[in-house]
């Protein structure tokens, strides 16, 4: 259709063949016309990137000789999306399959309220009557809150308001990514790796008075914890350290002590709830993953990693502030959640 403008899907394949090849199978079933899927493999095992290509060979293939990440693949892709002029960016996790009308919906949707960038209803897979998310908000430690996370939907499917847009089914327009970006190319912050920079985008766009909605009848479904694992050290790791890199990064600077006070009382009350629940007869939950590291040694060796990048960190911070891109008023998104 000549009104639908041109959209860049981008999916991260990381030794997920399988996972990708479903999400790619999917996709080419959409009603939407003006697209191009951008598959990035992030270093994979076993030649997965040309192998993909193969067998679908409408894709453009850009292959990273190692893992660049979530945040530096999807970099790469919208650098190459934006280079040959696509109007509009989605993000799509490879663990997910989206619904015919999917894209359609999503650009419909963000378009009918004027929104600068939106997120997908996503759905559990295969329980796909629970939310996988809504959308993200914002704790006052840095932390992203899921919206509606593990709830039936039972809203209307007009667009609501978010403070950022889940990266595992996202959509920006290349005007407010380019309008955010950190440096040259870094469209999500590379510092982040994986974890917490579709929050640290949204903290951005806020500074830019971007406005960002959840498009509810735009639905994928979400397998979940493909890529790193539901509880493995890598992903505890990465949120914890990028939790406070949200704060070091966003936060005007009075306000980062309050953001660790609340992040003390919150652990607290997490460890009381769980105390209580052991008395109670529960057991824990992730015992088996438990096992294989602390969470004592995550707790330091994120903050080594923000002493040993801090005059990156810094820098980084002076750059943002420089562009506007800190929102003085940040605490005004916050959510106020201790369990």
């Avoid at 959509?171 to 579709?198: G, H, P, R, W």
């Avoid at 949204?202 to 830019?208: C, E, F, K, T």
């Avoid at 005007?252 to 008395?279: A, D, N, S, V």
């Avoid at 002493?307 to 420089?322: D, G, P």
Wanted: glycine share 8%; with cysteine; hydrophobic share 40%.
């Amino acid at each position: 259709m000549k009104n639908e403008p041109a959209i860049a899907i981008i999916v991260l394949n990381w030794n997920g063949f399988q996972d990708t090849c479903e999400c790619l199978n999917a996709l080419n079933k959409t009603n939407y016309n003006n697209y191009k899927i951008v598959l990035v493999d992030n270093g994979s095992e076993e030649n997965e990137g040309a192998r993909l290509k193969e067998l679908f060979p409408h894709v453009h293939l850009i292959s990273n000789k190692t893992n660049r990440g979530f945040a530096g693949g999807n970099n790469d892709g919208i650098r190459w999306a934006l280079n040959n002029g696509f109007e509009y960016i989605v993000n799509l996790n490879n663990d997910c399959i989206v619904e015919k009308s999917w894209l359609k919906k999503l650009w419909e949707g963000i378009k009918s309220v004027n929104a600068d960038f939106g997120s997908s209803r996503i759905m559990y897979y295969p329980e796909t009557q629970l939310i996988c998310s809504d959308g993200d908000g914002l704790l006052p430690d840095g932390e992203g809150i899921i919206l509606n996370h593990q709830k039936s939907f039972a809203g209307s499917n007009q667009p609501t308001p978010i403070f950022s847009a889940c990266g595992a089914a996202s959509i920006y327009s290349a005007e407010c990514l380019e309008a955010t970006k950190v440096a040259e190319n870094q469209f999500f912050d590379e510092l982040y790796f994986a974890y917490f920079e579709d929050i640290d985008l949204g903290n951005r766009l806020s500074a830019r008075a971007c406005k960002g909605v959840c498009v509810h009848d735009a639905v994928v479904y979400h397998k979940g914890g493909q890529t790193a694992g539901g509880r493995s050290y890598l992903k505890i790791f990465n949120l914890e350290k990028n939790r406070i890199l949200n704060e070091i990064l966003n936060y005007p600077l009075w306000l980062i002590p309050f953001g660790e006070m609340y992040y003390f009382l919150k652990t607290l009350c997490q460890i009381t709830k769980k105390i209580g629940g052991r008395f109670r007869g529960k057991k824990a939950e992730s015992q088996e993953a438990e096992k294989k590291f602390s969470a004592i040694s995550v707790f330091w060796a994120s903050r080594k990693w923000i002493i040993a990048n801090f005059f990156t960190i810094w820098n980084n911070r002076r750059c943002r502030k420089a562009r506007g891109l800190i929102n003085g008023k940040i605490y005004k998104h916050f959510h106020w959640k201790f369990f």
